[in-house]
């Protein structure tokens, strides 16, 4: 589904790649292990088309991603940052405002499921009347895993989605991205994630 295949990666004069292939089956779960500044985070923006590779290809559905057919790719992808960066608004206002994206227009999840997440997540209703600038970290990351649930595309690109959770949360999201039937693949430095079933561990040296 996702191959990454002798790709070669030079940044502000520093080799991060040299050579790297990597492939990605579809519904496989993997996360991606290794020191801080190794260039894992590079191969989520490689994929999403905002960083170029100085040689080799990078491959979605056996189609290679560049110029002409990064928008389509965009479409199946989810990519939830480390820095959760909403704009100021409130919560109901910026959730209404990604549902209301070209390529999101149709996809307006039933109240029942967006309610059963929301508590899923330990975020009440109160919250969707609040401003963004006056949240948390972990109720800003909440949040973003809350979008990527509801968007619900074919593959999710999670840099460090449980680094602002308690462990009852952590547990909860570890269970439910492992229990769904997308492509993942997932950041972290959080050991809870090394003990999920079924997941592919690719270790950075």
Same mark, same amino acid.
């Given at each position: 589904?996702?191959?990454?295949?002798?790709?070669?990666?030079?940044?502000?004069?520093?080799?991060?790649?040299?050579?790297?292939?990597?492939?990605?089956?579809?519904?496989?779960?993997?996360?991606?292990?290794?020191?801080?500044?190794?260039?894992?985070?590079?191969?989520?923006?490689?994929?999403?088309?905002f960083t170029r590779i100085s040689s080799g290809r990078v491959l979605y559905n056996d189609r290679e991603v560049n110029a002409?057919?990064?928008?389509?790719?965009?479409?199946?992808?989810?990519? =939830?940052?480390?820095?959760?960066? %909403?704009?100021?608004?409130?919560?109901?206002?910026? @959730? $209404? #405002?990604?549902?209301s994206y070209e390529p999101n227009r149709g996809l307006v999840p039933m109240p029942a499921h967006r309610e059963h997440l929301?508590?899923?997540?330990?975020?009440?209703?109160?919250?969707?009347?609040?401003?963004?600038?006056?949240?948390?970290?972990?109720?800003?990351?909440? =949040?973003?895993?809350?979008?990527? %649930?509801?968007?619900?595309?074919?593959?999710?690109? @999670? $840099? #460090?989605?449980?680094?602002?959770?308690?462990?009852?949360?952590?547990?909860?999201?570890?269970?439910?991205?492992?229990?769904?039937?997308?492509?993942?693949?997932?950041?972290?430095?959080?050991?809870?994630?090394?003990?999920?079933?079924?997941?592919?561990?690719?270790?950075w040296s």
């Amino acid at each position: 589904m996702i191959r990454y295949d002798d790709i070669h990666l030079d940044y502000a004069g520093k080799n991060i790649f040299s050579g790297f292939s990597l492939e990605v089956s579809e519904n496989e779960k993997l996360l991606i292990s290794g020191p801080s500044g190794c260039g894992k985070t590079s191969l989520f923006k490689i994929l999403l088309g905002f960083t170029r590779i100085s040689s080799g290809r990078v491959l979605y559905n056996d189609r290679e991603v560049n110029a002409r057919t990064i928008r389509a790719v965009r479409r199946n992808l989810f990519y =939830l940052s480390q820095d959760i960066d %909403f704009r100021n608004a409130p919560v109901n206002a910026v @959730l $209404d #405002e990604v549902f209301s994206y070209e390529p999101n227009r149709g996809l307006v999840p039933m109240p029942a499921h967006r309610e059963h997440l929301m508590k899923m997540l330990d975020l009440g209703d109160d919250i969707l009347r609040q401003d963004m600038q006056k949240l948390s970290g972990g109720e800003r990351q909440r =949040l973003g895993l809350l979008v990527c %649930f509801l968007l619900n595309r074919p593959v999710w690109l @999670l $840099d #460090e989605p449980t680094s602002s959770l308690d462990k009852k949360l952590r547990r909860k999201v570890v269970d439910y991205v492992m229990a769904t039937g997308k492509t993942v693949l997932i950041v972290s430095h959080d050991d809870i994630w090394r003990k999920a079933d079924n997941l592919k561990i690719v270790r950075w040296s």
